[in-house]
């Protein structure tokens, strides 16, 4: 039998069970998520409409968190099917090595993992910026930047439309460290190029006195400032790989603490790994097991190792929030321990 049929075989096979899994675990969550919503839903029709919208925020997020376990359950149901069934043998016989076989489901496991990083930075971004109100869609929150010039600045009131308030600005020298001035300003407004800024009074602390400026307008370029967004910020979470890299970089030259925003950017290259590192430990697991008993067994053991994975990766993640170990570490601890078991298992069953 030509391998490109065996390939296709193969594949159709994984994806097969990779929906039947797919699809319980998403049936399962609407149905917990429509019966503890009962006696909201039928209220009214907004109501619907509303549960609708919740319920389909929920899709991407679900998507995200059970990709690995589910790829991993359908490799170990493919193989451990063929092997029952005596595929495998029949196919090792004709000279077909166990990379190659694993070939077609490596290609499947990577558009699944294109697909959940589409859902995850594009799918649900778009539906919670279009469907989901803020409580005041037109002020957003009060923003601290560091300037180029040991300047610190306080954005207080921000608007969508361009509009400031309320902003001051603090000049520090460093040796000896100590205030030099304060500038604050009632408003000001964003042009193509430069900031209009009105009713400004500075504050100059000289030794043992005080010196006070006042201006009514006062026009400054926008490249002598930090830059100040008027969008509603994206979680790092769900910005694509390469906004999340600029953003953070960008942030980081301002001053702002960006320890999550690095471990949100590892997570997203470990992402796609763990998808791959899922389908080498389904390899492991059903490499020997030619009985329908053992075959259930491994099935309860990825269950097991799912979970555990996803216990491990969110508390690293955690901990690396907080700054206590290496972004990278924090993303990737959880991939290098599974692969050293996936590495295991390979060595352990002979694949």
């Not at 998403?26 to 998520?33: A, E, K, Y």
């Not at 679900?62 to 069934?85: D, G, H, R, W, Y």
């Not at 301002?254 to 791959?276: C, L, M, N, S």
């Not at 996803?310 to 690293?316: E, H």
């Amino acid at each position: 039998m030509p391998f490109k049929i065996i390939s296709k075989y193969i594949a159709s096979e994984f994806i097969r069970y990779y929906l039947l899994f797919l699809g319980s675990f998403v049936l399962m969550t609407l149905v917990g998520n429509f019966f503890g919503n009962l006696a909201d839903i039928f209220t009214d029709w907004f109501s619907f409409l509303e549960f609708l919208q919740e319920t389909a925020l929920l899709l991407p997020l679900l998507l995200e968190l059970i990709t690995p376990i589910t790829v991993l359950l359908a490799t170990i149901a493919t193989f451990s099917s063929m092997n029952k069934n005596a595929e495998l043998l029949a196919m090792r016989s004709s000279g077909i090595g166990g990379w190659r076989l694993a070939s077609p489901v490596l290609v499947v496991a990577l558009l699944i993992a294109a697909f959940a990083y589409f859902s995850q930075n594009y799918m649900y971004t778009w539906m919670h910026q279009t469907w989901v109100k803020q409580e005041n869609p037109n002020s957003l929150q009060p923003l601290w930047k560091v300037g180029e010039d040991q300047s610190i600045y306080f954005f207080g009131n921000r608007q969508q439309d361009g509009r400031l308030n309320s902003i001051s600005s603090f000049y520090w020298k460093q040796n000896p460290f100590q205030l030099k001035a304060r500038t604050r300003i009632e408003k000001g407004q964003q042009q193509n190029e430069s900031w209009i800024f009105n009713n400004v009074q500075r504050y100059f602390f000289h030794d043992e006195r005080l010196q006070l400026e006042h201006e009514e307008q006062w026009r400054v370029e926008t490249e002598k400032l930090p830059t100040v967004p008027f969008v509603v910020p994206i979680s790092p979470h769900h910005q694509p790989i390469i906004d999340l890299y600029q953003d953070t970089l960008k942030l980081q030259s301002e001053g702002q603490d960006v320890t999550r925003h690095w471990v949100e950017f590892f997570q997203k290259t470990a992402y796609p790994f763990q998808i791959f590192i899922m389908v080498l430990i389904g390899l492991g697991l059903s490499a020997s097991y030619n009985r329908r008993e053992v075959a259930a067994e491994s099935l309860a053991i990825s269950c097991l190792l799912g979970i555990l994975f996803w216990i491990l990766n969110q508390i690293t993640m955690a901990v690396g929030g907080a700054g206590l170990i290496l972004p990278f570490f924090a993303s990737w601890s959880g991939n290098i321990i599974f692969f050293a078991l996936a590495l295991w298992l390979f060595s352990h069953n002979r694949v």
